[in-house]
Structure formats: C-alpha cells, structure tokens
C-alpha cells in the first residue's frame, strides 16, 4: 500500500510569489491535515480537510489556504510569500477525522523563500 | 499555540539504557499519541492511548497517561542507536478533531 505522497519535495520561491504543494493520502484515507514545522515555532497545525470540505483550520493568516478534491489528494497554497514561511510542510492522512488510529505523514516539502 | 509541553528538550544516552520523556497538555482529549522524526523528514506513528487507557506497551515502547494531571510519558527500553530521532507527543483535543503536537524531545543515543 503506497505511502503519503508529498510533492514537490523541495522548493525555492522567491518573496511575493505564490506556492502549491501537493498531498496525495493513502488510498482509502479521507481525511488530510497539514503542519507547518519551523525550528521556532515547532509543528502548527493549519487545516484539515475531509469529504473535500475544510474541518477544522488553524491560526494562519488567509495568505494560506487550500482545498481537497473528489480522490481525496488535497493542496494548499501560499500567496505573497514571505520569509518567514520557510518551513517544512507536512501533510498526514487518516482513515476518519477521529484519528483513532493516529496520522500517516508523508515526507514533507521543504519550503525556501529568498 | 501547541497543546504540549515535552520534558526534556533533549536527552542523550548510551545504547542499552532506557529512554524516558514527558508530555504534559492543557484541556481535555480523546487521545494521546507518540510520534518519531528522523532528521527533518516525515512523522511516523508510534503508540496511541486512549483516555480512558493509563498504560500501552508496544515492542520496547511503554506509554503511560494520567489524565488528572494532564500528562504522559514514554518509556523506550534498551535504546539502540536507531532510535536516534526527535519524538513528540500529540493530543486529539476534544470538540476538535484537531491534532496538536508537543515541543518535541530531541534523542540521541550513542553507541
């Protein structure tokens, strides 16, 4: 059974530009939920999504959004990026939004802005 | 904000001798589970217990969890060197469903 898939796995972006990162869950999973981890701030949970509608969103500003489609693979994006967001980006999937059975995380993309 | 708290930030020990770091968290949960990062990459899932559960065993992992003081530990016994890795706990908060990670305890065990 594949694993989470995260693509890209690295990305350089410059300030103001715009990002979209890629999270295809396990087959089967409808549930998916993304963390930004910096050395900082640790890992902050910033949404999740389930059935293709937003549950539960974290306190990020709106630049950071995302969205979930019919197969369950789900993006985010970042618009006007800053320096700041520089971050690892990981996304996790689950059978039910309950987590009763604890998160399968993909690899992560690695964010860099310049 | 994160839920958790871990103790200690970092732990270093020689392989064969036991492992033990805590979580402690603020508000109520359905559950609490322990995760292990391995340099920068991905989270993997190590042992959940319920709230209603005060000990899990898995492999050489011992979880413990007292709800009345809002906190847990885990136990790693006779540590290798492959379990050199950062470890977090993770609360499933109730009324949220919403996953919330610890601090992290950085391990390194030498060999």
């Known amino acids: 059974k594949a694993g989470v898939t995260q693509t890209p796995r690295y990305l350089i972006k410059t300030r103001g530009q715009q990002v979209t990162l890629s999270c295809s869950p396990i087959?089967?999973?409808?549930?998916v939920s993304w963390y930004q981890q910096t050395p900082g701030q640790g890992l902050q949970f910033l949404f999740e999504?389930?059935?293709?509608?937003?549950?539960n969103k974290g306190n990020f500003p709106g630049r950071f959004s995302g969205r979930q489609f019919s197969n369950s693979r789900s993006e985010m994006n970042v618009s006007t990026l800053e320096l700041g967001d520089s971050a690892l980006y990981l996304c996790?999937?689950?059978?039910?939004?309950?987590?009763?059975?604890?998160?399968?995380f993909g690899s992560g993309t690695r964010l860099t802005v310049v | 904000s994160q839920q958790g708290e871990e103790d200690p930030q970092a732990l270093s020990i020689q392989e064969g001798e036991n492992a033990t770091m805590n979580c402690s968290y603020k508000?109520?949960?359905?559950?609490l589970q322990w995760y292990r990062q391995n340099s920068g990459r991905g989270l993997v899932h190590l042992i959940l217990?319920?709230?209603?559960?005060r000990e899990k065993h898995s492999g050489r992992l011992r979880v413990t969890l007292d709800t009345s003081k809002k906190s847990s530990s885990l136990l790693i016994t006779a540590s290798r060197a492959a379990d050199t890795a950062s470890y977090f706990c993770?609360?499933?908060?109730?009324?949220?469903?919403?996953?919330?990670f610890g601090t992290g305890t950085r391990l390194q065990v030498f060999p």
């Open positions: 508000t109520s949960i359905n559950n």
């Open positions: 087959s089967g999973h409808r549930s």
């Open positions: 993770a609360t499933d908060e109730v009324g949220t469903d919403k996953l919330i």
């Open positions: 217990i319920r709230s209603n559960e």
């Open positions: 999504y389930f059935s293709e509608t937003q549950r």
């Open positions: 996790a999937s689950s059978e039910n939004r309950l987590a009763n059975y604890g998160y399968t």
